[in-house]
């Protein structure tokens, strides 16, 4: 296929350009604004075209859509914490932005796969979320990425528009920014900085790898059925005081190193996706959580050359304002 990847110089894209290179020889266009989370290093040695432009803007959206088959969109700030602290560009680029690339793939008739997160249906006690249980947003970030959904599904509705939306769970793995709890826990564990746990530490994620993540996306591009949404949730739950733990066994840190914090306002306590409707597409996790983590530690650890340039500059200045401390 020829696809257009908006947002693929991030995490997520950037592992599902290297499947779909790897797997399906894909031609792929990537759109980036290369926010501090976006790194041409994510693509270095693939073979793709990177535009740098950001999705609100038409021109350049039109420029990179041509000859292009479909629209897969991952383009977003993405971090709870800056969308508590500043949600402007959560809006502009999750508003205006999806608005902008829904037009440009209504005016060429292609294929849109929106790319959201569990956490626009809010916290659930007990259970697990399906794609028909109501969006219920509690941060700025879910509140504008479910705003986002809603107005994809206005283009499939309205105008016809072949758009899809996946709602993966809590990702990890390789190229991570390091705000993230994992690779956050795990630079500060091989640092020996201190590990903020938020509140008591007993919020639960459904961790899904990402490569497990970018395959679900791959089959709801190639058979999900248009107007519809699909839950990628990962095969296991873990309280994040239980990941902290392990992260500081893998990497031999100290201990006395955990340290609970003041807890996020409004704090998800849990979140879970039920599966079934994307595994009737033939898709299924491969990667447990044990495992992945271990994976991961071990990826963070090799590969110093990917996040010694992040972790200084302005990532030192966000730590200091989030965590009103220095890191060593
Ligand atoms: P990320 O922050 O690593 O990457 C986001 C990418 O989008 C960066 O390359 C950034 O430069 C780019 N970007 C930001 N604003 C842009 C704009 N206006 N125009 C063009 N590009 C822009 O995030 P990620 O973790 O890879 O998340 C990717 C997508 O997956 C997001 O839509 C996110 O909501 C969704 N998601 C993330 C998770 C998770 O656990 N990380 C889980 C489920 C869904
Ligand atoms: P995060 O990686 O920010 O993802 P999300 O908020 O999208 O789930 O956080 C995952 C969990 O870890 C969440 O419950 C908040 C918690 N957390 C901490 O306890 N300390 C931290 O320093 C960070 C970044 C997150």
């Given at each position: 296929?020829?696809?257009?990847?908006?947002?693929?110089?991030?995490?997520?894209?950037?592992?599902?350009?290297?499947?779909?290179?790897?797997?399906?020889?894909?031609?792929?266009v990537?759109?980036?604004?290369?926010?501090?989370?976006?790194?041409?290093?994510?693509?270095?040695?693939?073979?793709?075209?990177?535009?740098?432009?950001?999705?609100?803007?038409?021109?350049a959206?039109?420029?990179?859509?041509?000859?292009?088959?479909?629209?897969?969109?991952?383009?977003?700030e993405?971090?709870?914490?800056?969308?508590?602290?500043?949600?402007?560009?959560?809006v502009?680029?999750?508003?205006?932005?999806?608005?902008?690339?829904?037009?440009?793939?209504?005016?060429?008739?292609?294929?849109?796969?929106?790319?959201?997160?569990?956490?626009?249906?809010?916290?659930?006690?007990?259970?697990?979320?399906?794609?028909?249980?109501?969006?219920?947003?509690?941060?700025?970030?879910?509140?504008?990425?479910?705003?986002?959904?809603?107005?994809?599904?206005?283009?499939?509705?309205?105008?016809?528009?072949?758009?899809?939306?996946?709602?993966?769970?809590?990702?990890?793995?390789?190229?991570?920014?390091?705000?993230?709890?994992?690779?956050?826990?795990?630079?500060?564990?091989?640092?020996?900085?201190?590990?903020?746990?938020?509140?008591?530490?007993?919020?639960?994620?459904?961790?899904?790898?990402?490569?497990?993540?970018?395959?679900?996306?791959?089959h709801?591009?190639?058979?999900g059925?248009?107007?519809?949404?699909?839950?990628?949730?990962?095969?296991?739950?873990c309280p994040?005081i239980?990941?902290?733990?392990?992260?500081?066994?893998?990497?031999?840190?100290?201990?006395?190193l955990?340290?609970?914090?003041?807890?996020?306002?409004?704090?998800?306590?849990?979140?879970?996706?039920?599966?079934?409707?994307?595994?009737a597409?033939?898709?299924?996790?491969?990667?447990?959580?044990?495992?992945?983590?271990?994976?991961?530690?071990?990826?963070?650890?090799?590969?110093?050359?990917?996040?010694?340039?992040?972790?200084?500059?302005?990532?030192?200045?966000?730590?200091?304002?989030?965590?009103?401390?220095?890191?060593?």
């Open positions: 296929m020829r696809l257009l990847v908006c947002g693929g110089a991030g995490f997520i894209g950037s592992n599902f350009v290297r499947l779909r290179l790897a797997e399906h020889g894909d031609e792929i990537v759109l980036d604004k290369l926010t501090y989370a976006g790194r041409r290093e994510n693509l270095e040695g693939l073979d793709v075209r990177l535009v740098h432009a950001g999705i609100e803007d038409a021109e959206v039109a420029g990179a859509l041509k000859g292009v088959d479909a629209i897969v969109n991952f383009a977003a993405t971090h709870v914490d800056r969308s508590i602290a500043e949600p402007g560009a959560f502009t680029t999750h508003a205006v932005g999806t608005w902008v690339l829904l037009e440009a793939a209504r005016e060429r008739a292609v294929r849109y796969v929106q790319v959201s997160t569990d956490e626009v249906y809010g916290s659930i006690e007990e259970g697990s979320f399906t794609e028909s249980s109501p969006l219920a947003p509690s941060s700025p970030y879910s509140a504008t990425k479910a705003g986002a959904d809603l107005l994809v599904s206005s283009y499939f509705h309205t105008y016809g528009l072949p758009a899809l939306i996946c709602r993966g769970s809590n990702n990890y793995g390789p190229r991570q920014y390091p705000e993230k709890l994992i690779p956050l826990m795990v630079l500060n564990a091989l640092h020996g900085d201190t590990l903020p746990v938020y509140g008591d530490g007993m919020q639960v994620r459904n961790w899904l790898y990402v490569e497990d993540f970018a395959r679900a996306i791959g709801v591009l190639a058979h059925a248009p107007g519809e949404a699909y839950n990628v949730g990962g095969p296991d739950e994040n239980d990941v902290v733990r392990r992260v500081i066994e893998l990497t031999g840190a100290d201990e006395s955990l340290e609970y914090v003041t807890d996020r306002p409004g704090h998800d306590r849990r979140y879970s996706l039920g599966s079934e409707k994307v595994r597409l033939g898709w299924e996790a491969r990667v447990r959580f044990a495992d992945g983590l271990e994976q991961t530690v071990a990826w963070y650890r090799d590969n110093r050359a990917w996040w010694e340039p992040i972790r200084s500059g302005d990532y030192m200045e966000y730590y200091r304002r989030q965590y009103g401390r220095a890191l060593g």
